[in-house]
């Protein structure tokens, strides 16, 4: 460590510094840094750098104060370089003393050396712009400030936009300046949603896009305006919240006020979704079946409601399923997602399994693909081959940002399979305890994200025990999952079959209808 004389008195530096009267060694322990000085955070990586720096070498360059009493200085200029002396535990330091100097200048020459040296986050800077400018006086015209400032009006105005933005946004500004996070994002990426100034909810709702799928700031761009032209074509349809919700309003205040109806309903609880004419599944909004056909794996399949359907659209005399509900690529399929223009939650392949026994990685593959290239989706996979699915994300499969990953338990003896979720790496990971036809016992539901529980339908539908259900219902709460309660299927709370319309949905009187947390984050246009 660099050795500094420890005395109580303040004494002209030594060395070049000597012939300068304005240049002191001042203890360190009688300088302040100044409440006022714009940066908010000092980068920990290059404070070491140049606390290692001084350490070797010395303070080459004096820190500026001025003299607020009898041995008492506050600091004008070169704050990092005092902090990274206090992490030396140095004694003296020398410091440059200005006479007094007027509240606006002092806070001029702060601003100038932060920015000059780029040590202020994009958010400090318009804070400091306008704090300069309450200091010179409100009525001062913003062009001899931005002269004094040496900065542009264009950039001014850029500067003071962000401060518009969600807190939560300001804060990622803040953070990717100072630690440099790949979870943060810049001020480029922010200018993006200039585009949705006074919609904090859209803008809220593209920064986490931009963030889950790490987008560059050109590509937030595009992001952004794709969101506004889309609102500009569909005039009275506009925002969707990642479940096909098309919201009717008459001018962009009617549109917020609606959303906030929206959002304290999901607070409640509940989640608003329109169902769309394409299935009657009530945990998702559309399906879609790249692939045909599937066969029995477990006690679930036994009256499995897909084979019933497939005979039956066979029989119809259904090109899609000429071979009944034998296996069967659909490739024409394939791309169906990519042409649906309003965003819907999509549940791939109900009458398939995506990680079916004779199912082709490559094929799979193509179905990712599909996902990423329709990202204004949410997609829901579903398998009862937990074991495939698991090879496939091993050997290089990735899941995309827009698809949830789940397993089917019916049972006890089925359970292993959520053990084999977890490995998967998936913003959302859910289980379907569906058609439930046994006590699943004791859970482990940790890196679960929902869980999804109903009875079978159909004449030769099992009755489920409503102990079944309580039990999945109280594990859910105790370990802070989501629990979606779908139907009783045709048999009802007392296990009599009375038909799945009048068995309802309702658990001890109350309708169960929870959704992942994700939804309730995340607006889509």
Known sequence: MGKQRSTSETTPAKGNNTNSPNIQMILLSQIKVDENQPRSEFDDGKLKELKDSINANGLIHPITVKETGTNRYKIITGERRYEACKLLKLGKIPCMIRESEDEAKIFAMQIAENISREDLSPIDRAHSILKYRKIKGEDTEWKYIEKELGISETRRKQFIRLLNLPEEIQKSIVANKQRNKKTHITEAHARSLFIFDGDKRIQQALYNRIVNRKLNHREAMDEARLFFNRTKRSAKKAIAVEVNLNIEYKSRDDLIEKLRDYANTLKNGGVVAKKSSGTKIEWTTETWNPTTGCKWKS???????????????????????????????????????????????????????????????????????????????????????????????????????????????????????????????????????????????????????????????????????????????????????????????????????????????????????????????????
């Open 299 to 525: 006690k679930g399949c036994d009256n499995c409601y897909a084979k019933k359907m497939a005979l039956r659209l066979q029989r119809m005399g259904q090109i899609d399923y000429r071979n009944g509900f034998k296996f069967t690529y659909q490739p024409h399929r394939l791309l169906e997602p990519i042409h649906w223009k309003n965003p819907v939650m999509i549940f791939v392949n109900s009458m398939s399994d995506i990680f079916y026994d004779d199912m082709n990685f490559d094929y799979v593959d193509k179905i990712m693909n599909t996902i990423n290239k329709a990202p204004w989706h949410v997609y829901q996979l579903l398998t009862k081959r937990a074991d495939k699915m698991v090879d496939y994300f091993k050997n290089g499969g990735v899941l995309p940002q827009n698809a949830w990953m789940g397993v089917t338990v019916e049972n006890d003896e089925t359970k292993s399979r959520i053990a084999k979720l977890r490995k998967v790496k998936a913003g959302v990971r859910f289980i379907s305890f569906e058609p439930l036809v046994g006590d699943v016992g004791k859970l482990n539901l940790k890196g679960i994200h929902w869980a999804i529980v109903g009875g079978e339908s159909g004449t030769q539908a099992r009755p489920m025990e409503k102990e079944w259900v309580i039990n999945i219902k109280e594990q859910c709460k105790e370990q802070g999952v989501p629990f979606f309660f779908k139907q009783w299927g045709v048999h009802n709370e007392e296990g009599v079959k009375v038909g799945k319309e009048k068995a309802g949905s309702e658990l001890d009187g109350i309708k169960y209808k929870e959704y992942p947390e994700v939804l309730k984050n995340t607006l889509i246009v």
